[in-house]
């Protein structure tokens, strides 16, 4: 079977494309608008309003996805979604994933009816689209192993948000200057705009990586730091999963305690969270295994 991909978000699709290979099937990904994350895509169509260019690459687009047999639609469709009448016509099996901001409060698109299947990558999307929760997977080759070891008393904390209102970003910057004041060592650093490889690097350079305080459930970023062994603080609720998430718990109300908790941790037990966490990683492997 050829399946295309179209979209880079997260570096999911690069991820499953590679499953796909495994799997004996010819896979690709298609990019069709910027990203500054630079994942992993094997064509770039940029379609970005009406100019000539768009035109000539919405025909490319178009006839690269009829070439394959399932086109698996990661976020928006570029051509407004015209594109899915076109493959549903032409025999085509389309597969809609959403990730987020793309259907997280919003009303489904008609057109989208007409796919063949529905993803989320979240459990909490299923209240908004009727979708089957396939949990994020990683390209394991593209993370670099953790190499960094917490010495003396300083603490290195990350934070790399996509969108900082939607993380929650504000609460953990007022939660870290706290503990500075109150004379914590820390070293923290929020960076944005980073290609992926870039925040691969600083993940692995990290004690502790904080992905997001408000939306419930874990994203990739949070993933590759568990492969990694890295702890992680993150806001996830339990009613949501059914296998304990080892993740260090923490909302915006909480942040700062939390943070204070993690600083007066010793470095076995930081190791020790880093070490659940890859088994938590395993687990999430065979659980993608049993849904797509």
């Not at 979209?7 to 004996?24: E, N, Q, T, W, Y």
Request: net charge neutral; proline share 5%.
């Amino acid at each position: 079977m050829k399946i295309n991909h179209i979209g880079v978000i997260a570096g999911v699709p690069s991820a499953l494309s590679d499953i796909d290979k495994k799997r004996g099937h010819e896979s690709k990904v298609i990019q069709t608008y910027p990203h500054p994350f630079k994942f992993n895509r094997d064509e770039f169509f940029l379609i970005d309003g009406f100019n000539f260019h768009s035109a000539v690459n919405s025909c490319r687009y178009l006839c690269e996805c009829t070439k394959a047999d399932r086109i698996h639609i990661h976020e928006k469709a570029p051509l407004k979604g015209i594109e899915i009448l076109i493959f549903k016509l032409l025999g085509k099996e389309v597969i809609f994933h959403y990730h987020g901001t793309d259907i997280r409060g919003k009303r489904q698109p008609f057109l989208h009816k007409l796919a063949d299947k529905k993803y989320v990558s979240t459990p909490d999307l299923m209240k908004y689209v009727d979708a089957v929760w396939v949990p994020n997977l990683l390209n394991d080759k593209e993370i670099p192993p953790k190499n960094r070891q917490r010495t003396g008393e300083k603490i290195k904390l990350l934070h790399i948000p996509s969108n900082p209102a939607v993380k929650g970003s504000e609460f953990i910057d007022s939660a870290v200057k706290r503990l500075q004041e109150e004379g914590y060592e820390i070293e923290y650093s929020m960076v944005q705009n980073i290609s992926h490889e870039e925040a691969l690097k600083l993940m692995s350079q990290c004690d502790v990586y904080i992905d997001q305080l408000l939306l419930g459930t874990y994203g990739v970023s949070s993933l590759e730091c568990a492969f990694m062994g890295v702890p992680v603080v993150c806001y996830v609720n339990p009613e949501l999963y059914e296998i304990k998430i080892p993740f260090i718990n923490a909302d915006k109300n909480s942040i700062y305690d939390t943070l204070k908790t993690v600083c007066n941790m010793t470095n076995e037990e930081l190791y020790n969270i880093g070490e659940n966490e890859k088994t938590f990683y395993e687990k999430v492997k065979r659980q993608f295994d049993t849904t797509y």
